[in-house]
């Protein structure tokens, strides 16, 4: 198993409430000396906002790449949320690669309303990065998730629709893969918007990497011989996706018995080996289908982000524009012959409980 020799490099085991902070810490020692505004345009920003009008309110949370806060806007008393991001000493001209590429992605990544907006970036001659973003008031779904407790189809399927959308973007629009894809990196505001965020471990479809939160991780990112072969990285995101959606559900993290501290062997053991899990009694058919047809164990079987929009699990949602229900209609056969419409709704007689 090529993830099990390389376990060392694993950078993240553990869940979104516990995550461990292993992401390679970034050298920006290559990084120009003079400072850098960077101002990311779109119709939603008008004039540039410059670093000194910004007053630190609080901070929001730290995550392994940096700590983030909440600021103020003075001259338009609008709150943003401004990530600062560490720069150690020590030089590694692949962490500095790390960096300028999540970068480079968020410049990239303004044109879709479920990606959180990047709205200026900050380079300081010491090398010290600052992003400026939208302000997400609800915080991530892990919060809202351990404040609230388990949110219900009706509040999940909305949220499911954005988060696709905002996969089906970057999947499609600008061939990114995610590769973190869980709780803690979704976020909510007031008005019941979902959108992706940090893209640390981000990178295009051909780079191969075991970066990411261990527990969101797809089984063929740690057995790709078994589970897929040469996967490409959107299936994995889409595996991810769909841990987040039933763990968002249930409450717990799914593939682990309630209550069980996550190690690497049981993750993996879970992962690989272990049965995709029952939804409990009371879940809707709709959404039994809809998480199968996300965590099927072998990658070519899952559905991707454009087809999942088209499910009527996610179609459902009230109040929400939806793109054409394809569901029933003739789908492109596969390379098994086997429709996905029809396997989806045998399988769920078969795998799921
Ligand atoms: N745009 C935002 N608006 C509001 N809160 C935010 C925003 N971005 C991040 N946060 C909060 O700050 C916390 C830290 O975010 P950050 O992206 O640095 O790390 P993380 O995703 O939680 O962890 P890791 O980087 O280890 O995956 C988030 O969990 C979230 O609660």
Redesign the pocket.
């Known amino acids: 198993m090529a993830l099990l020799q390389q376990r060392r490099k694993i950078p ?1 085991l553990s869940l979104a409430s516990t ?1 461990v ?1 292993h ?1 390679p810490i970034l050298s920006l020692q290559t990084i120009p000396r003079p400072a850098v505004t960077t101002t990311i345009t779109s119709s939603s920003s008008t004039a540039p906002i410059s670093a000194s009008d910004l007053e630190r309110l609080q901070v ?9 806060y ?1 600021v103020l806007h003075k001259p338009t008393s609008t709150p943003y ?1 401004l ?1 600062q991001i560490h720069s150690p000493a020590a030089d590694s001209s692949s962490d500095n690669n790390t960096l300028q590429s999540e970068l480079d992605i968020l410049r990239r990544t303004t044109g879709s309303p479920y990606v ?1 907006h990047c709205h200026a970036i900050f380079e300081k001659p010491s090398g010290d990065v600052s992003v400026l ?5 609800l ?2 779904l ?2 809202l998730l351990k404040s609230q407790g388990p949110f219900s189809e009706e509040k999940l399927a909305p949220i499911a629709r954005q988060v696709l959308e905002g996969l089906d973007y970057l999947h499609k629009t600008h061939k990114i893969v995610h590769r ?1 894809i869980k709780p ?2 979704l ?1 909510m505001n007031n008005k019941k918007e979902v959108k992706i ?2 893209f ?1 471990c981000s990178s295009d479809e051909s780079c191969s990497s075991s970066v990411g ?1 261990c527990a969101y991780m797809s089984p063929e990112r740690f057995d790709p011989e078994r589970y897929g072969g040469s996967h490409n990285g959107y299936a994995s995101d889409i595996w991810s996706f769909g841990v987040t959606i039933m763990e968002l559900y249930m409450g717990y993290f799914p593939l682990l018995p309630k209550g069980q501290r996550p190690d690497w062997a049981s993750l993996m053991c879970a992962i690989c080996f272990g049965d995709v899990p029952c939804l409990p009694e009371g879940a809707s058919e709709d959404f039994r289908s809809f998480l199968e047809c996300c965590m099927h164990k072998e990658a070519s079987k899952r559905w991707t982000a454009a087809q999942l929009l088209t499910h009527p699990f996610v179609c459902k949602a009230p109040s929400e524009e939806c793109k054409p229900n394809l569901f029933d209609k003739k789908r492109k056969r596969d390379d098994d012959g086997v429709e996905r419409s029809e396997r989806s709704q045998k399988s769920i007689k078969v795998e799921v409980c």
């Open positions: 993240s995550a902070n992401r929001l949370g730290h995550g392994s790449g940096g700590t983030v909440k949320a990530k959180v973003m939208e302000y997400m008031d915080g991530s892990e919060t973190d803690g990196n976020l965020a940090d640390g939160t």
